[in-house]
C-alpha cells in the first residue's frame, strides 16, 4: 500500500506541473494533494509547519492566477476581452505543440481585443500585457510546483 501511495502522490505531482501550463488541471492543488498523500506514507512525514506554508503559497498561488493576467491586461490598456483572448488563445495552441502554447495567449488577445473593437496598435499593446501577464502566472506556478516536486523527491530519496 505503501509503494501505491508513493506512486499516486508523485502522479499528483508531475500532473500538477504539467496543470500549470494547461489551464484545465488545477496545478499547484493537485502538486499539493501529492505532498499531502505522500506524508501519509510510512516512509516520508513532512513537519506540520511545512504543510501548512505550502498550503498557504497553494492558495495565495490559486488567488494570484485569477489576478495576474488580469493585470497584466489592464496595466498594458487591455480589456475583459483580452484576459479571455488569453485563455481561449491558450486553449487553441495546445493542438500546435509548444509554440501554439506560446504564440496562443497572444494570438488570442490580440483577437478578442480587436474584436471589442480596440485600433490596432492598442490591441498589440493589451495583448503584450495580456501575454506577460499569462507568463508570469504561468512561471509562478512552475515554480511552485517544481519546489514541491523537489520536495518530494529530496523525502523519498
Known amino acids: ?65 485569477y489576478f495576474i493576467p488580469a493585470w497584466g491586461t489592464k496595466r498594458f490598456g487591455g480589456s475583459r476581452y483580452g484576459v479571455w483572448g488569453t485563455t481561449l488563445g491558450l486553449i487553441v495552441g495546445l493542438f500546435f505543440g509548444p509554440w501554439g502554447i506560446v504564440l496562443g495567449p497572444f494570438v ?8 471589442a473593437g480596440k485600433q490596432s496598435g492598442e490591441a498589440v499593446r493589451a495583448a503584450v500585457g495580456s501575454f506577460v501577464g499569462f507568463l508570469l502566472d504561468t512561471l509562478l506556478k512552475v515554480v511552485c510546483c517544481s519546489m514541491m516536486l523537489y520536495y518530494a523527491i529530496e523525502a523519498v530519496a
Not at 488570442?108 to 474584436?115: D, T
Open 1 to 65: 500500500m505503501n509503494t501505491f501511495l508513493i506512486i499516486v502522490a508523485f502522479v499528483c505531482l508531475v500532473v500538477g506541473l504539467i496543470g500549470s501550463v494547461l489551464p484545465a488541471l488545477p496545478g499547484v492543488p493537485l502538486s499539493f494533494v501529492g505532498l499531502l498523500i505522500l506524508h501519509w506514507t510510512e516512509n516520508v512525514e513532512f513537519s506540520s509547519t511545512f504543510l501548512w506554508i505550502w498550503a498557504g503559497i497553494t492558495v495565495l498561488t490559486q488567488v494570484a492566477d
Open 108 to 115: 488570442g488577445a490580440l483577437v478578442a481585443e480587436l474584436i
